[in-house]
């Protein structure tokens, strides 16, 4: 795993946008793995920003997300499917049709989870983003998930459910089971970038990158990728050094 530190999280966001950029202007129709949550905020902002300055064109790419919350219509406010249209894809002037994400209203699970192993086969990701659950979670897989997992309902960890509570009216609120991208998919990804920000991913990151390769860890796996990058701010590399 190559490790890029960056001092704060302005600088993280910076060096992120530098390595997505290199993929989006050489490779026009690339298709990008993308994941919601905090951490990636700054980085769709530097895109949308660079697409008004310079005209980068997303004409051709399309996207795949790693994970929906189970009961959320893409029209909900919390959905990451709105997160996605709201924080980036509007901004870059994506069309809808060139994104994919689950179906978090989807009836039959099976199917749903069939459904996206097929077009994940079909559509490689030339590069995966991914953020890091405090847990070590990458994705919604959280501890003890088998790598070899497909797409997949998963019963959201209580810390993690705390962790997003943030973004909802209440804890109750959190929804607490989620379709999710697997890890075999995500080690599919030809390149792999995974952003660390704060304090509170120093024991995550330290495990990923240092510790052992365990289903304990998710992250962990990101070890046996062949081209990982993880870019990383002070505060989460804390017990790198
Ligand atoms: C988001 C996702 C999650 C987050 C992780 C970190 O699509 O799959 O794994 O990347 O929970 O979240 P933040 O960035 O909010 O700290």
């Given amino acids: 795993m190559k490790i890029i530190f960056a001092k704060d999280y302005e600088e993280l966001s910076k060096k992120a946008a530098e390595e997505m950029l290199a993929v989006i202007r050489s490779t026009p129709d690339a298709v990008l ?26 004409d051709r790419i399309r996207t795949v997300n790693l994970d929906e919350y189970k009961g959320l219509p893409a029209s909900h406010e919390q959905s990451y499917a709105y997160f996605m249209r709201h924080n980036l894809f509007e901004g870059l002037g994506i069309a809808p049709e060139q994104t994919n994400i689950e179906n978090g209203m989807a009836k039959d699970e099976a199917e749903e989870c069939a459904r996206y192993d097929a077009l994940l086969d079909a559509m490689p990701r030339d590069i995966q983003l991914l953020g890091l659950g405090s847990n070590g979670h990458i994705a919604f897989n959280e501890p003890k998930t088998p790598f070899g997992s497909g797409t997949h309902v998963v019963s959201l960890a209580e810390s993690t459910i705390k962790d997003n509570a943030r973004l909802f009216a209440s804890q109750d609120e ?68």
């Fill in 33 to 58: 793995g993308l994941a919601t949550g905090t951490t990636p905020l700054g980085l769709y902002a530097r895109l949308i920003e660079d697409h008004k300055a310079n005209g980068t064109n997303y």
């Fill in 174 to 241: 959190v929804p607490r089971k989620a379709f999710t991208m697997g890890i075999r998919h995500i080690m599919q990804a030809k390149r792999i970038l995974i952003l660390a920000s704060g304090a509170n991913k120093a024991e995550a990151v330290f495990k990923m990158a240092k510790g052992p390769v365990t289903e304990d860890v998710p992250a962990s796996v990101l070890q046996l990728h062949p081209d990982c990058t993880l870019i990383v701010d002070e505060a989460a590399a804390a017990r790198l050094a």
